[in-house]
């Protein structure tokens, strides 16, 4: 008996570091779904940094709260998964909200981005963000046309005081 429950805290002890080490933590409820799609959306997890992860919710919610995060603990019943990611804020959120359009068992209940509680609506808004590549290039045509134009405006004065 003792030795199930050193094994408890140990598996408590090892979420609670993969909860702090990561960016972002979604928990979702997969009822219903089958052991194909779950498969699919482990390997499309995979692909983008993530691991899923099926804890216990009793060793989940123990996490949870030792983390401080006692609003993520109250959403963890029932059978809900939870999907880490060391890198990216932006990629469990968009690659959940994008498998649950085409799989309607899957729900969406809470996540923690950067330390912060976020709920559905929250996270929902996290998944519609563009990737960071396509950010970094829409700031970068921004500043090209702002460069454009002063350079364009540069030019202009150059010829008018050349033409005086």
Known sequence: MNSSIEQKKSEVAELVAKIQE???VVAFKYQGLTVDKF???????????CEVKIVKNNISRRAANECGYEALAEALAGPVAMIFS???VVAP????????DDNKCVEVVKGV???????FDKLEALSKLPSYETLLTQLAAGMLGTVR??????????????AE
């Open 22 to 24: 990561s960016k972002a």
């Open 39 to 49: 498969m699919q959306l482990r390997r499309a997890m995979r692909a983008n940094g």
């Open 86 to 88: 060391k890198d990216d």
């Open 93 to 100: 959120a968009k690659q959940i909200f994008k498998f649950a």
């Open 113 to 119: 981005v950067d330390g912060d509680i976020y709920e």
């Open 149 to 162: 134009q002063l350079a364009i405006g540069l030019n202009m004065l150059v010829e008018k005081q050349e």
